[in-house]
Structure formats: C-alpha cells, structure tokens
C-alpha cells in the first residue's frame, strides 16, 4: 500500500527555523519531491532528493533517509511569505507521484 | 516561461450536471494529470494521460473522464455531478520521468456542487 504521513499544521516565528517532517510507506520509491503551495495557488516545486543526505539550497534544505523511509524540509531564517503548505510527494518509480497530506505552516512575527 | 492554465478558477453547479474542467499547457509535455485536494487528504491522482488518445486511471477514478484529443489539452468530465465532488481541482504535466523532472501545476479549479 502507499501511506504517506506530515503533520497537519505548524506554526513558527519569523526569523527561526522550523523543520517539516515526511514518513513514507509505498510500493516503491525513486526519490521524493517538496513542493511549496501559497493559500489559493498551484503548488510550485522546492527540492528532489534521490539519494540519502541533505541537499541545500539557499534558506531551504531537504534530507531522506531511504532505510528509514523518512524526509524533512528545513526551512531557515522564516519570512512571513513562507507561510504556505508544505507538500512531500514520493516517486515511486514510473509517470506518477503520491503525495502526503501536506503541512500547513503559520510564520507569526 | 513554464504554463498550465485551467479554463475556471471557481465552478457552482448543481446535482446532476455533466461539468467539464479543461487543462491546457504550452510546454509540449506529453504527461498531464488531473487531481483533487481535499482537507487532510492531500492530492489524489483521479486520471492521468502520457500521449494523445491515451489515458490511465489514477486512484480515484470513480465518477470521473477524461479526454486528450491534443497533446496541450487534457479536459475532466463529470458525467452526473455529486456534492461529494465538491473540491479544488488542479492539473499537472510534465516531460517523460528519467530523473527530476517535476509536474507544473495549473493555478486550480474550485468547484462547488450544490
């Protein structure tokens, strides 16, 4: 089966650090991807990760631990813009991806 | 510049009507897919088409068609409206998956059955 699981809601302070969790089972997996959805807009791609590790990228960072079956998005020095969903999508090999329920994030100042 | 549009942003119909959701990309890419985001759920893949004329079932086919007469175009049909298809709708596409290649995301559909 495929089950992918975030938490429903977090909410930080602007100019912190917050740290975005995705567990996942599925049938199989090629790598995951990190989207970013503003209230009302399409959702618009953050990070892949194929291999284990952190991959940066400015004020975000994504890791997977594939053993574990576990990703996270490190969001640094939190701007209130960043206030969005958070959605994790696993590819598990093929055309399609599974997406986790998403995270909705509040940056309060 | 990468686009996906979607024909409406919001759609009020009623019980019963056959609703047409349409999806147009100008980036020549041969997969496009129809979803639905609902609270708590996440997306969930409803139909999904990798070249004209073809179209596979997602995981959440039931009630729903689909239509790819051309490359750019991929349309969601609602045969019989039902207010359990109340629910933002949104379509992807993307280039043939060989590594990172991520789908783009029209701006979605809200679509109230009443």
């Known amino acids: 089966g495929q089950n992918i699981d975030q938490p429903t809601e977090m909410t930080a302070t602007e100019g912190a650090i917050v740290q975005i969790n995705c567990t996942y089972q599925t049938s199989g997996f090629n790598g995951l991807f990190w989207y970013q959805q503003h209230a009302g807009e399409a959702p618009t791609f953050l990070s892949y990760n194929v291999l284990d590790g952190l991959e940066e990228k400015g004020r975000f960072s994504s890791f997977l631990s594939r053993s574990k079956g576990y990703s996270y998005l490190l969001l640094k020095e939190l701007q209130m813009k960043d206030s969005a969903s958070y959605l994790c999508?696993?590819?598990?090999?093929?055309?399609?991806?599974?997406f986790g329920p998403g995270t909705r994030l509040s940056v309060l100042p | 510049d990468v686009k996906v549009t979607q024909s409406s942003r919001y759609l009020v119909k009623r019980t019963g009507e056959k609703v047409f959701l349409e999806c147009v990309q100008d980036?020549?890419?041969?997969?496009m897919f129809w979803y639905r985001q609902d609270p708590g759920l996440g997306l969930r893949l409803i139909y999904f088409s990798y070249d004209v004329k073809m179209k596979e079932k997602g995981d959440i086919p039931e009630g729903y068609s689909v239509s790819r007469e051309k490359k750019e175009r991929f349309s969601l049909i609602l045969e019989s409206a039902s207010t359990n298809q109340t629910s933002m709708y949104l379509c992807?596409?993307?280039?043939?998956?060989?590594?990172?290649?991520?789908?783009?995301f029209g701006p979605g559909t809200r679509l109230l059955v009443l």
């Open positions: 992807a596409s993307s280039l043939p998956r060989t590594g990172q290649e991520t789908q783009y």
């Open positions: 980036m020549d890419h041969e997969n």
């Open positions: 999508a696993v590819d598990n090999y093929g055309q399609n991806f599974v």
